[in-house]
């Protein structure tokens, strides 16, 4: 059983920086891609950044140029680096892991979710 848990987040103004981490601990044989997403409430759940095994990474347009997303294989954990924040990136934010816990069985998981909260 492969779970993921999320630290990070908070309280920030606008301008200031905040960071995310979320390792997966279990039965992992690889993990494929891991991603951050955010949800407001009455909103649908929206990609932030992705990363691949290889380090390609995608980004939704809201978050190009201020949010960084990374990857540290060996300890199967993502980050996600937020600067110049906004207050439209209030949400609560949740890790994503998509791989295999044998090569046989495939996971797609969720985080428990932290709240990020931009406010002057």
């Known amino acids: 059983q492969v779970q993921l848990v999320e630290s990070g987040g908070g309280l920030a103004q606008p301008g200031e920086s905040l960071s995310l981490s979320c390792s997966a601990f279990g039965t992992i044989y690889t993990i494929n891609a891991m991603a951050w997403y955010r949800q407001d409430p009455g909103k649908e759940r929206e990609l932030v950044a992705r990363?691949?095994?290889?380090?390609?990474?995608d980004y939704a347009d809201s978050a190009k140029g201020r949010f960084t997303i990374s990857r540290l294989n060996a300890a199967n954990t993502v980050y996600l680096q937020m600067n110049s924040l906004k207050p439209e990136d209030t949400a609560v934010y949740y890790c994503?892991?998509?791989?295999?816990?044998?090569?046989?069985?495939?996971?797609?998981?969720w985080g428990q979710g932290t709240q990020v909260t931009v406010s002057s």
């Open positions: 994503n892991a998509l791989g295999y816990s044998t090569i046989f069985e495939v996971f797609d998981l």
């Open positions: 990363v691949n095994s290889g380090g390609g990474t």
